[in-house]
Structure formats: structure tokens, C-alpha cells
């Protein structure tokens, strides 16, 4: 399964976690099925955050909105510091 991968520095976690859940209900809709948002455990300013899709598509489609209605506007993503790192990754061998 496509996994968008991102990493991103931050200013504030409990900012940017409340923005983060504005937008639970639009990842449900863009085809995320499992989320997981994770933080350096020496730098509480930095996340990293996977999100699963069932399909390729999905996951470019759900990147393209992230960069254009998301992070291209400060008040859907406060806390936000410098551009954040997106990429598409797959599953390279399993076991």
C-alpha cells in the first residue's frame, strides 16, 4: 500500500495537532486508511507523519491537496515552520 510520507518542523504541537484534526473528516474522504504521526524523541518542534492509501492515486491526489489548499495557506496549517518534505513510498520487500 502507497504510505505519503512527511516530515516538517514546527513551532507549537498542540497548534498544529488541533489543525491537524480540522482535517480528519478531508483524510477520510482522500482515501486515508491509517494514520500515525510520530516525533523525534529529542525535538519536540519536528513531526513525521504517515498516512496509508489503498491506492497510488490517492496518495498523489491526497499530496497535491496538502500542498495547495494546506500548507499554501497559514491558517489551515498554524505552527507550520519552513516547507514541509512529502514523498510517496511503497513497500520494497516484505518479511
Sequence with gaps: MPTLL????????????????????????????????????????????????VTLDA??????FLETQVWSTPANSPALVGSPRARIAEVAQRG
Design 6 to 53: 512527511i516530515e516538517h518542523s514546527i513551532s507549537d504541537f498542540e497548534l498544529w495537532h488541533d489543525a491537524f484534526m480540522r482535517f480528519a473528516t478531508r483524510r477520510k474522504e482522500g482515501g486515508v486508511l491509517r494514520e500515525r504521526i510520530m516525533q523525534p524523541v529529542d525535538d519536540p518542534h519536528y513531526v513525521l507523519i504517515d498516512l496509508e492509501f
Design 59 to 64: 496518495a498523489r491526489g491526497f499530496q497535491k
